[in-house]
């Protein structure tokens, strides 16, 4: 009965593992003002500086922007 409750808690802990690694969090900067979300701060600035100077989109700019 002792090696089955072991088995079990293997199986278990290799399940969490496996599933725990296909979640991964990454951090994702956004434009507070056209509310783009980028994966590179450097990109989210240049969003959040064009937004407040043109007032509109920039091509070269969205093309970096994370894809929902």
């Known amino acids: 009965m002792k090696k089955l409750a072991l088995h079990w808690k293997i199986i278990i ?3 969490l593992l496996i599933n725990m690694s296909n979640c ?3 951090t994702k900067y956004t434009c507070t003002i056209c509310e783009m979300s980028f994966e590179d ?3 989210a600035d240049k969003c959040q500086d064009w937004c407040e100077t043109q007032h509109s989109c920039n091509a070269e700019i969205t093309k970096h922007a994370i894809k929902k």
Do not use: D, S
Request: aromatic share 22%; hydrophobic share 45%; glycine share 0%.
């Open 24 to 26: 991964q969090e990454t």
């Open 41 to 43: 701060k450097k990109w």
């Open 13 to 15: 802990v290799l399940f």
